[in-house]
């Protein structure tokens, strides 16, 4: 079968690439024949038949542009994953200027507030619990199902504290034979009517100490020891004291589903980041001279197949041996090195990049001014 190689020239149209990605780029149309041109050349062309048409050198050539958007966006998108995160997907992020910002990060910090109570996105509920008599224990998961919560409840914080001094500072009784009057100064009576005898503040704070060390020493103390959600009271109540302790908690299954939120239309993985793929008119110099090595890189790779076809050529008198194993070696390590020169670039002008070497030609500058004479002015 007589297959047609490539004859020194072609002409590109639209539909002779496999996606049609760039066909109706005029930029793209220009080069796409340039391309074919310096391949076939680098190759061996003239002196050597290549063994491709001009529909491979087109599909290279839009495979090259479509890697180095690959890469670039992919390097952008790392760089500003926590920025873009949760925004909407509607507009192309191409050509967007993006500031960082600390959305995200306050987001992936709610859950130490949430722990420290002072934030987050979880609700912290109050619930109360009747101390009964001679009971110490009281298990708070079982009140968790008497109140038709599901799931758990994991306790935050419990309200149970002594009876302030104050209180015993200023005890209310009867007085006169009358009932439910003001309370009586515990430190003095007013002569001819209940009330309270004004002191000092000074010694009504030296008092108040006074009775927290009188209670700390011959009373039992106040607290509580909550282990599995099971709450042990201290000392045991009576008919003393609180009929209720408080506490609150938040729902293990609020938590749960905490972490998860509706996002439709919104940015929420690396997969769905409005990045398409490059206006290949806007790449520059730079980029399209990597462009062209590495379509270069992908005919070698093709060319090396079809010579691999047949390893051995009969000619009058002798045979020609191909040089596919050549062509699929030096393919694969020119395509690997463009790869990583390419990531290496990125890299240095990645943010913490381009903030560490501010910072470093910042020093530099100190230590240059530091060389100056310093001149005093009199004026």
């Not at 619990?129 to 935050?156: F, H, M, N, P």
């Not at 209670?215 to 109540?237: C, D």
């Not at 001279?289 to 009058?316: D, H, Q």
């Not at 040089?323 to 694969?332: I, P, R, S």
Request: net charge negative; with cysteine.
């Amino acid at each position: 079968m007589n297959i047609p190689i490539y004859p020194g020239s072609s002409s590109f149209f639209p539909g002779m690439t496999p996606f049609g990605f760039y066909d109706n780029d005029y930029q793209f149309q220009t080069d796409a024949d340039k391309v074919a041109k310096f391949c076939a050349q680098r190759l061996g062309y003239p002196i050597q038949n290549v063994e491709l048409q001009d529909i491979n050198f087109y599909t290279a050539f839009e495979t090259a542009v479509t890697v180095y958007g690959n890469e670039l966006y992919s390097y952008k998108l790392r760089d500003n994953i926590l920025t873009v995160e949760g925004a909407t997907t509607g507009s192309v992020l191409n050509n967007v200027l993006i500031t960082p910002n600390f959305a995200n990060i306050v987001r992936l910090s709610l859950q130490y507030g949430e722990e420290a109570g002072v934030g987050g996105n979880i609700t912290w509920h109050s619930g109360s619990i009747a101390l009964e008599r001679g009971i110490q224990d009281y298990d708070l998961a079982d009140w968790a199902v008497s109140q038709s919560i599901t799931g758990g409840i994991e306790i935050k914080r419990v309200f149970y504290y002594p009876p302030p001094a104050i209180n015993q500072l200023y005890i209310p009784f009867l007085f006169g034979g009358l009932g439910g009057v003001p309370a009586v100064g515990s430190m003095g009576l007013t002569a001819g009517s209940v009330g309270y005898l004004m002191m000092p503040t000074s010694l009504t704070m030296q008092t108040m100490q006074a009775i927290e060390m009188q209670n700390t020493v011959t009373l039992s103390n106040y607290t509580f020891e909550l282990i599995n959600n099971r709450l042990r009271i201290f000392p045991i109540p009576d008919d003393y004291g609180r009929s209720h302790i408080h506490f609150q908690y938040i729902s293990l299954d609020e938590r749960l589903n905490s972490g998860i939120t509706s996002a439709g239309g919104k940015i929420t993985n690396v997969s769905n980041a409005p990045y398409i793929n490059p206006n290949y008119t806007q790449i520059n110099s730079i980029g399209r001279s990597w462009i062209f090595e590495y379509v270069l890189a992908l005919c070698k790779e093709m060319l090396g197949y079809v010579r691999g076809k047949y390893n051995t050529i009969p000619i009058p008198g002798s045979e020609v041996t191909l040089n596919q194993n050549d062509l699929l070696a030096a393919a694969e390590r020119e395509k690997l090195a463009l790869i990583e020169r390419l990531r290496a670039y990125f890299d240095e002008t990645s943010n913490r990049a381009l903030l560490e070497r501010r910072s470093q030609e910042s020093d530099f500058r100190k230590q240059e001014l530091g060389n100056s004479p310093m001149v005093i002015y009199i004026g």
